[in-house]
């Protein structure tokens, strides 16, 4: 199986070959007048990452960073036709920064015209896989009820035009000129029947989450300030 590195110098390389109008081989800078270019890759690089959206797991995204040199001047028309192509293409990013002489020392050859080609590559992450259902699916049909109740401040004074959502539905509604609300198609649980109904209050510059007894037929909400 081809790795991400191997299959990004493969492309360039095929790239190169048809750029430059020769065979541009994968190999280190070496001596040879009558050489023409070769590819070596030099250093990887990060790159920026994506967030992924429901649940999904976004490739790992990184580049590789290759250098592109020829031995004599033979080489130098391929040199400027890679870097015409490149130009023109607007791919892969070409980096003019390949004149540092501790690398060519560290390569072992004489300083040359050379380019820096960037390529992106990415790895794949596997998609978490769901856990099997081992028992037999069970469907429950909630009831569904009408919430009646009031938003009051500190002094019991009515708040009026406060938004009343019911969390984790799309359900939203606002208060009268009493602070009354109502809100129509409340799940209700047969088999949970004491689970509290949660209401966000969104106005006046705050936020105020509370808990509502469903048993309690006119239930009432203290808005205090932060």
Do not use: K, N
Not at 35 to 45: A, D, F, I
Not at 82 to 89: C, D, F, G, M, S
Not at 116 to 134: C, T
């Amino acid at each position: 199986m081809t790795g991400a590195i191997e299959a990004a110098v493969a492309d360039l390389a095929a790239w190169l070959t048809g750029a430059a109008g020769d065979p541009v081989p994968l190999g280190p800078p070496r001596d040879d007048p009558g050489g023409g270019l070769t590819v070596w890759p030099l250093e990887l690089r990060p790159a920026r990452q994506t967030a992924g959206s429901g649940g999904t797991r976004e490739p790992y995204r990184f580049v590789v960073r290759l250098l592109v040199s020829g031995g004599g001047p033979a080489a130098l028309p391929a040199l400027d036709r890679v870097l015409a192509a490149a130009t023109a293409a607007g791919q892969p990013e070409v980096v003019l920064a390949a004149g540092d002489p501790a690398l060519w020392r560290a390569l072992g050859v004489a300083p040359r015209p050379a380019l820096l080609l960037d390529v992106p590559a990415r790895i794949d992450r596997p998609a978490p896989s769901a856990p099997p259902v081992r028992q037999p699916l069970r469907l429950r049909q909630l009831d569904m009820r009408t919430l009646d109740g009031r938003v009051v401040g500190p002094e019991r004074q009515p708040l009026a035009a406060m938004r009343v959502e019911l969390v984790g539905t799309a359900q939203a509604t606002e208060t009268d000129a009493g602070g009354r609300f109502r809100l129509v198609g409340v799940p209700h649980d047969p088999e949970a029947p004491d689970r509290p109904v949660r209401i966000r209050l969104v106005g006046r510059g705050r936020t105020h989450t509370a808990d509502l007894d469903p048993a309690d037929s006119d239930p009432v909400v203290v808005c205090a300030p932060d």
